[in-house]
């Protein structure tokens, strides 16, 4: 699972590319200006509130390609299959893909999520997915995890990749939604 981590990069260090599928090239590249990380990021349990917002310094042209996606307003359903899509590897210690992927997953109950990292890893802002080596990868991270075309989560950490008895570990946007419209302006 992806663990780079923007939390406390420096905004020059950063570029946001939209409006492509390929890692490096096509679309169009936003200079980040200023990073804002969760204020309670790993205070009462690691990797907790795992969730940084970037401000660019050009504002996105909205188009066929470049979409806005609504945040999750209800809880998510523990029979609920989501989309993780990333440019990460597709096994541990593997190359980054060059295109877009995705994979669907089927969400893990927050007991058993518990259950399987214990208690004291998973808090009530995290949510797991994926089983039968389905999962995120190393430079997932920060990615998108959807739902019937709402986001509902963004990638965070895991055992491995896809390990059996591992899910992905994800932020629950649906929890961290308040912090999100307080500190994005939307």
């Given at each position: ?63 066929p ?44 109950p ?14 009530e ?29 963004v ?9 059996p ?13 308040s ?8």
């Open positions: 699972m992806g663990r780079s981590r923007i939390l406390r990069s420096d905004p020059d260090d950063l570029v946001v590319r939209v409006g492509t599928n390929l890692l490096n090239e096509g679309g169009v590249t936003h200079n980040v200006s200023k990073v804002v990380s969760h204020a309670d990021f790993s205070k009462y349990f690691d990797l907790d509130c795992d969730m940084a917002l970037l401000k660019v310094e050009n504002p996105f042209e909205i188009g390609m470049v979409k806005p996606i609504p945040l999750a307003k209800t809880p998510l359903k523990s029979s609920s299959i989501i989309v993780v899509s990333g440019w990460g590897t597709t096994e541990e210690a593997g190359d980054l893909a060059n295109t877009l992927l995705k994979v669907e997953i089927p969400v893990v927050h007991w058993e999520c518990k259950w399987l990292y214990g208690a004291n890893k998973i808090s802002n995290m949510f797991c997915g994926g089983r039968a080596g389905k999962d995120s990868c190393q430079g997932d991270s920060g990615g998108p995890v959807v739902s019937n075309g709402i986001l509902i989560g990638v965070s950490w895991g055992e491995g990749c896809a390990r008895g591992y899910p992905g570990v994800y932020a629950d946007v649906y929890k961290l939604r912090w999100v419209l307080e500190n994005s302006g939307v």
